[in-house]
């Protein structure tokens, strides 16, 4: 038995509270943290613009084929395409 006026008197119970309280905000914090620091939504490419592709060391110009839902298929001035 405890004592709910005394609530240290259930050591047990109170520890089992403050770990999920603890938990719980770390979640929320965690939620924040990727929430703001996760990637914006950048604006559709069109075909005219200019764009270009790290190849190894060296970045190259592109040309875009067409997009994806979430990426882009572009092609090199050698025809390689990605």
């Not at 770990?19 to 939504?41: A, D, M, P, Q």
């Amino acid at each position: 038995m405890y004592n709910p006026k005394y609530p240290q008197a259930n050591g047990e119970a109170e520890r089992a509270v403050q770990t999920i309280e603890s938990l719980r905000i770390e979640s929320v914090r965690r939620r924040f943290y990727y929430h703001n620091h996760s990637g914006k939504e950048l604006p559709p490419l069109n075909k005219v613009e200019k764009a270009t592709l790290q190849h190894g060391n060296k970045w190259v110009p592109v040309t875009l084929i067409r997009n994806t839902p979430r990426s882009y298929i572009v092609q090199t001035p050698e025809g390689q395409k990605y």
